[in-house]
């Protein structure tokens, strides 16, 4: 069965660093990786999504992913976080792009001054 | 544009009571979904449907009902609400042709007591 891994629940980061976020999963092929971003309140966004092709994909709000096969990873980067990036990220992944996604649990970030 | 809307935002229900939570969308997407979203568990999907008509069961599915009459709208009934009912709803759209990327709702959060 396919499955997301975020080993991270909560991360804070100081206003201007970098940011790393990591996402593991399980998958018998190669998998279609999301990212999506939940403010809070609000529904879920897309961040960035992963099909094929170059390994570093870029997404919105300056966000960008490296997809790993080696690693089964799908980690989401940001050189230099902003207050409003705070929010819960998930990770998830689908079987040939359909639009039934499994999610990851989620990591929370905060951002202190 | 409204996108995908959900109604009610906010419900409190008595175990064994029935409700429906309406989803509606007006981007005339064929692919819509509900999840629902708890603490430490990411979302889970409920059910799912492809076009009016057809609906399929997805990861969680045990109390709760589907139809699918137009494409426009995809409401989830609980027949008989139990407290492990007791989460936040997201209704999802895509257009169905393998993007990955679901326009989610702002969610509806149930109570059961």
């Known amino acids: 069965a396919q499955s997301v891994t975020q080993p991270d629940i909560h991360i804070t980061v100081s206003e201007g660093a970098s940011l790393e976020l990591r996402c593991n999963y399980s998958y018998g092929a190669t998998p279609y990786l999301f990212w999506y971003v939940q403010s809070p309140g609000q529904g879920l966004q897309l961040l960035l999504k992963y099909f094929s092709g170059d390994t570093l994909v870029q997404g919105i709000k300056g966000f960008e992913a490296e997809f790993k096969r080696s690693q089964s990873s799908f980690n989401l980067r940001k050189p230099s976080v902003h207050w409003s990036d705070a929010a819960e990220y998930f990770c998830a992944l689908s079987n040939f792009g359909n639009e039934k996604l499994t999610f990851g649990t989620g990591t929370r970030l905060t951002i202190i001054p | 544009n409204a996108g995908v809307t959900q109604t009610p935002k906010f419900q409190v229900l008595k175990t064994g009571q029935s409700m429906t939570l309406q989803c509606a969308q007006d981007m005339n997407h064929e692919y819509m979904s509900w999840y629902r979203q708890d603490p430490g568990m990411g979302l889970r999907l409920i059910h799912y449907?492809?076009?009016?008509?057809?609906?399929d069961q997805g990861e969680v599915p045990n109390g709760y009902n589907v139809s699918r009459s137009t494409t426009e709208d995809f409401p989830l009934r609980l027949l008989s609400a139990a407290p492990s009912q007791t989460s936040v709803y997201f209704c999802?759209?895509?257009?169905?042709?393998?993007?990955?990327?679901?326009?989610f709702g702002e969610g509806s959060r149930l109570t059961v007591l």
């Open positions: 999802a759209s895509n257009s169905g042709v393998n993007t990955g990327e679901l326009f």
């Open positions: 449907s492809v076009g009016a008509g057809i609906t």
